[in-house]
């Protein structure tokens, strides 16, 4: 037993979407101020925390395979304290207790703020009696997830992970994720999102433009704005409630969005980030629902230079029969519609999707009207997925997962060669030309080549160089290759684009000397 020592150190693993890392990030800053410390090797660590996604089959079976390794661990180093944190504690509640004994504490997505105090709990808890309170150290939403009123989204104390956080210098490299929404009204037939992170709750507008402020204050250069369904945001200041004195989040309503309604909508809100956060150099958001994409969204990033030109819209299948299984509520020709009305008013977007082949009951003909949307749409990336049944959801329970995994597998293949030509043709088109790129990070191919000559053994003129593979992105989301320096991450460069492969760009620093 540790009493209350805070100088217990904290390994924390992060799977699945942008959401997850930033819940991560929140974690973390929370923990870090009450002393707790961050180490890389889990075998060290006196908490390992798992930050895990259902959306898909595959990121569950990774966090399965390191809840095993830490329970062998655990046989030696009984004092190790192994919490499982995310969306699978939320969809498999307290019964991952008794199929995993080596799991000490369960949170889910909306009860962050509760992290501390379960960690708290176990270490300062000894083994004999660590066991038999496991299930109080449970804090997952439940049954009162689904919540109906802007009260009782007040109650919900999860706001304060957001306001918390750091704005260290020392805690980004010049990006950053900023929350907006969070939870789904959509109910898609195979997501268990809604099951996960509950209902939508939108963060109080006046609170966002606040907390880019400050990001920017604090040095960050691109923030990008995330949701479940981004675009379905809203905030009714006549209904707002505050709690003392910090307005609170409001539940979301209808699943459809209307442009009439009174507040502040996702348009707005973007317009407001840009115009009262001028030191801001790049504005994103991701995910948007393409049923509620509004030309006033489009109008809005038009007329502001700093919003990214990409959008993010999945359209899963380009079957309308599947689509309504799917309970996506839109048709293949209103999405077609929508790539029109955006091409026109943002003729230099970029445009990503995502798809999903092998859903139940997807025929030949289905796949070949999915080839053809591919072939068609000009998306400059898709995410693309072999449907895997997710328990809780109501494909789950009420379709047969029919079409053999042979067929997915091929299915999938066919959709990837074709993306990858339609990758490499826009990409083709930035051959030549100049663009501005964020700076991310150090590519894997790090350290091409380096001349470290010591001159006590060399006739002395020989200078030590070194040329790094940098990575990063343009505003329309176009990964880019280039030769730099990692005093770079964090900063906008221009790169003068020479070479297009279906996954990237590849350049040189405009100005550069070329290299024969």
Known sequence: MRGLDRSATIYLETFGCQMNVLDSQLVESQLRGLGYRFIDDWRAADVV??????????????VYSRIGEVGQ??????????????????????????????????????ELDKLPLLIDNMLRTDLARRTRRRRENVALQGNTHRRSGTLAAAEDRLEMVDLARSFSPDEHHGSAYVRIT?????????CVVPQTRGAEVHRPPDTIVDECRQLVEAGVV?????????????????????????????????????????????????????DEVPDLQRLRFVTSFPRDFGDDILETIRTRPRICRYLHLPVQSASNRILRL???????????DLLVRIRRTLPDAEIASDLICGFPSETEEDHAAT????????????????????????????????????????????LLEIQNGVSRAIHERYVGRTVPVFVESVSRRAEKSRNTADPSVTVGWESAQSTTQMCGRTGGDLIVMFDGEPGQIGSIVDVQIEQAAPLALFGQLAGAPVVP
């Open 326 to 336: 799917m309970n996506r509520g839109y048709t293949v020709e209103q999405y077609e």
């Open 73 to 110: 661990h655990k046989r030696r180093n009984e004092d190790t304290v192994l919490g499982v944190v995310g969306c699978m504690a939320e969809r498999e509640g307290a019964a991952m207790l008794a199929r995993y004994p080596q799991i000490d504490l369960l949170c889910g997505p909306g």
């Open 371 to 414: 080839r053809d949307l591919l072939r068609r749409s000009g998306f400059k990336n898709c995410f693309i997925f072999k449907y895997s049944p997710r328990p809780g959801t109501s494909a789950h329970e009420k379709m047969e997962d029919d079409v053999p995994e042979a067929v997915k597998r091929r299915r999938n293949n066919e």
């Open 182 to 190: 969070r939870g789904c009204n959509k109910f898609c037939s195979y």
């Open 222 to 274: 691109e923030i990008t704005l995330l949701g479940q369904t981004v675009n379905h945001y809203h905030f009714d200041d006549t209904a707002a409630v505050s709690v003392d004195g910090v307005r609170q989040p409001q539940v979301g309503g209808s699943a459809i969005r209307s442009p009439n309604l009174p507040g502040t909508s996702f348009a707005e809100l973007l317009a407001r980030i840009h």
């Open 49 to 62: 925390l798992y930050n895990t996604c259902s959306v898909r089959d595959h990121a569950e079976h990774k």
